[in-house]
């Protein structure tokens, strides 16, 4: 029973590395050839995919810049406060899987006309952002914005799943199995 809970446990890793050599990825290029997610950072559940980038401005921004992350060129990335003053560093998105709580607040809100609601990790209850909805759709009942609403993510809440793959390291002694079966 241990011998084949090592030899599977042997096969995930070698299969799992396995995909990453055999993928040829450069970082400008990954929005065309891979599906990559963004991942809650504290527990690596899937929040939304990198597809579901946009760039809505916002007027309460204190610093708005074009940079490079998670592999894509060009990600519009906003600092914004709050009325507590603490500094955020944030994305917006057109689409996640965090979960709304409280109530639609009026009081605020980064983006005008629209009103907004913290968003946290569907499974470890983390906050991860806010959801954003025209002032004139949101209803008590809304748990999700509309179409016409948004996400906004903080950067250090996140990360994608291509960079935590890449943090995982096969073992020494893996390698020297890979090395007697060439």
């Known amino acids: 029973m241990v011998f084949a809970v090592v030899i599977l446990f042997v096969c995930l890793a070698y299969g ?3 995909r990453f050599q055999d993928t040829d990825i450069h970082s400008g290029d990954l929005s065309k050839t891979v599906n990559d997610y963004f991942l809650c950072r504290h527990c690596g559940t899937d929040i939304s995919p990198l597809s ?3 760039s809505i401005d916002s007027p309460a921004a204190s610093e708005s810049r074009i940079s490079p992350l998670f592999g894509l060129k060009d990600v519009k990335v906003q ?3 709050n009325s507590l003053h603490s500094q955020f560093e944030i994305l917006t998105l ?5 979960v709304g709580k409280g109530n639609w607040q009026t009081e605020d809100s980064w983006f005008p006309g629209y009103v907004w609601k913290v968003c946290v990790c ?3 209850g983390r906050h991860i952002g806010w959801m954003f909805e025209p002032l004139h759709l949101a209803t008590s009942d809304k748990i ?3 179409k016409e609403g948004f996400y906004v993510v903080i950067i250090s809440s996140i990360i994608n799943e291509l960079h935590a793959d890449s943090l995982i390291v096969v073992p020494k ?5 890979e090395d007697i079966s060439d």
Do not use: E, G, W
């Open 16 to 18: 799992n590395s396995a």
């Open 173 to 177: 002694h893996f390698s020297t199995i």
């Open 144 to 146: 999700y914005p509309s």
């Open 94 to 98: 057109s689409k996640t899987l965090c």
């Open 79 to 81: 600092t914004v406060k």
């Open 52 to 54: 579901s980038l946009i």
């Open 122 to 124: 569907a499974k470890c």
